[in-house]
């Protein structure tokens, strides 16, 4: 595809629920993060892959959260046994370059899955 | 730690007026990189501009333009002759450079609260 895919789109769990959160990048891209935006606020970082290789998973708020990119493609974001404050949008994004910046490569972003724990 | 502040949480304008969009920052870095992007209702963050910290000319394109001031560690964003298509929530992003000493930094961005900004026709 052209651009960041996320899917769902929307998903709504009960507490306690585990759910997969899926983001396909840009093809060939070698950055991956994950970004966490509650209401009202500016994302957060959760965590970064370059290809396969999970570098930083310092944003990842407790071990209810984990995420994979095996093939250095696409990445799932798992929450298990989630919690109404993790309610939010997980933006994906990614870009051709090891980061953002770098030889002035854009981080392009998903519109995120917007997740709903009742 | 690194922080971004945008104070304004809501702007609304008519049509036509000039708006700046505040954004100031904190930093122990030397080296970073400042962003604007913006995010339709849509979802999606969209660049609008990134900053070097060494380079502070300001810039235009187009209808937007930045003040980048060292001095008093500000970004700001204004939109000249506003658009209702300008309606968004802009975000004002800091980054690490992408390599830093001691290791790589991969240029995460510390995001600022955004500021909605609603243009009326």
């Known amino acids: 595809g052209a651009g960041v895919s996320q899917s769902p789109r929307y998903k709504v769990a009960k507490r306690g629920q585990d759910v997969a959160l899926r983001c396909d990048p840009i093809?060939?891209?070698?950055?991956l993060f994950w970004y966490q935006q509650a209401l009202g606020q500016g994302p957060e970082f959760l965590t970064y892959?370059?290809?396969?290789?999970?570098?930083?998973k310092s944003g990842l708020p407790s071990d209810r959260f984990f995420a994979e990119r095996p093939e250095g493609s696409v990445s799932t974001l798992k929450i298990q046994r989630t919690q109404q404050e993790d309610s939010a949008v997980y933006l994906c994004?990614?870009?051709?370059?090891?980061?953002?910046?770098?030889?002035?490569?854009?981080?392009?972003f998903g519109s995120g899955t917007q997740l709903s724990v009742l | 730690a690194q922080k971004v502040t945008q104070a304004q949480t809501e702007i609304s304008v008519v049509e036509k007026e000039d708006v700046t969009l505040d954004c100031v920052y904190e930093?122990?870095?030397?080296?970073?990189?400042l962003f604007w992007y913006k995010q339709p209702p849509s979802g999606e963050l969209v660049f609008l501009i990134r900053?070097?910290?060494?380079?502070?000319q300001n810039e235009i394109s187009g209808r937007y333009s930045w003040n980048f001031q060292k001095s008093t560690s500000s970004f700001n964003f204004t939109i000249t002759a506003s658009q209702v298509v300008d309606s968004a929530v802009y975000f004002c992003?800091?980054?690490?450079?992408?390599?830093?000493?001691?290791?790589?930094?991969?240029?995460?961005?510390?995001f600022g609260q955004g500021t909605i900004l609603t243009v009326h026709p």
């Open positions: 994004a990614s870009s051709s370059r090891p980061a953002p910046g770098e030889d002035n490569e854009k981080l392009f």
């Open positions: 930093t122990r870095d030397t080296t970073y990189y």
């Open positions: 992003a800091l980054s690490p450079p992408p390599y830093n000493a001691g290791g790589t930094s991969y240029g995460k961005l510390t």
């Open positions: 093809s060939g891209h070698v950055s």
């Open positions: 892959f370059q290809n396969e290789a999970q570098l930083d």
């Open positions: 900053r070097n910290s060494f380079d502070e």
